[in-house]
């Protein structure tokens, strides 16, 4: 009987131990990304879907112009603003006037070369975005520019391109949609399905200029821009009609300041613009991620590293729209596969 019950009680012992050093061991890495998890964008109705059909809200941190905040368009920082703020995109905002992109234009890509590789390594959205406001005067160098950006990454589900950065006051139908229409063709050259941000009149506020006037292309968001301390429910209003007749609308900027980026942050419009945006689900990149003295910029003009800031290195917006990029953003993490 005791030769039976040895071999059962070794056996039961090298289960016991083996078992304990199988849950000792380190847990299971999640590898998935949020573009490996929500795949290639694609506009429905007045809505952003991922690849399965189910409506995406993607928000995020704009960098400051390139010419003037080059310095955070690097991996360190977009790694930080991943992992800490919990982005699930950033806008790169080329600058193309007064000493960017027309003047330097091998430095400017290859700031925004960095600012892609690195969304498309640490698996998140990036907004390539022309930061201009006189697109229709530079219309064959941003033809040129996202030739050579979509020839280069137009395969990659990770890029948005947003073709103008805030138009001023010119005509939708005689200035906007024909220059739309040229800088698109040569995007859909050499991508033929990433979503594409297109900007509207009077810094992208006329959204309903575009109601009845949609370009002919499949996917298509409209910018809209605002900031808390000078637009309010008149700008809501606009949006609001445009969403109402089936127009998509992506907020790729906006911020807690007045428009010039100065001034106090009015509490109450933030609360209703946030409140609008989750409402209609609507993505969104916030102004800006710079050590500049300004109520928008989220640094603090003493704040020097490129990421690892602590409380006391953010400006008052940037505390608050970490904390709110945190709330909303880090469920989306915790569901990745």
């Not at 010119?170 to 995007?187: D, F, H, Q, R, T």
Request: hydrophobic content about 40%.
């Amino acid at each position: 009987m005791q030769k039976i019950i040895l071999p059962i009680v070794v056996i039961v012992l090298l289960l016991f131990l083996f078992n304990c050093e199988k849950s000792n061991t380190e847990p299971e890495i999640n590898n998935e990304t949020i573009v490996e998890h929500f795949g290639q964008l694609q506009v429905s109705g007045n809505k952003i879907l991922d690849q399965n059909d189910e409506i995406i809200v993607l928000r995020g941190m704009s960098l400051f112009w390139s010419q003037w905040g080059g310095t955070y368009y690097n991996k360190e920082t977009i790694s930080w603003l991943r992992d800490d703020w919990k982005c699930t995109v950033i806008r790169a905002a080329i600058g193309v006037e007064s000493g960017g992109y027309l003047e330097n234009k091998t430095v400017e890509l290859e700031k925004l070369y960095k600012v892609i590789d690195a969304c498309i390594d640490l698996g998140i959205y990036v907004i390539v975005d022309w930061h201009d406001h006189h697109g229709e005067d530079h219309i064959f160098e941003a033809m040129d520019f996202f030739r050579r950006v979509s020839s280069k990454y137009g395969g990659y589900p990770n890029i948005i391109y947003e073709i103008y950065n805030e138009p001023l006051d010119v005509s939708w139908i005689n200035v906007l949609k024909p220059y739309a229409e040229a800088v698109i063709s040569e995007i859909r050259k050499n991508d033929s399905d990433n979503l594409i941000v297109v900007g509207t009149p009077n810094s992208f506020q006329d959204v309903e200029d575009v109601i009845g006037k949609r370009l002919d292309d499949n996917n298509v968001a409209y910018s809209l821009h605002f900031y808390t301390g000078t637009h309010g429910q008149f700008l809501r209003e606009k949006a609001f009609m445009a969403i109402s007749a089936n127009i998509p609308l992506f907020a790729s900027e906006w911020g807690l300041s007045e428009a010039n980026g100065t001034g106090d942050i009015d509490l109450q419009e933030t609360n209703l613009w946030t409140y609008f945006l989750e409402r209609y689900d609507l993505s969104w990149c916030d102004w800006s991620i710079v050590n500049k003295d300004e109520s928008s910029a989220a640094l603090l003009p003493s704040t020097s590293t490129l990421s690892g800031w602590s409380e006391d290195e953010l400006s008052e917006s940037g505390k608050m729209i970490r904390n709110y990029l945190i709330k909303m953003n880090t469920g989306i993490f915790e569901n990745l596969n």
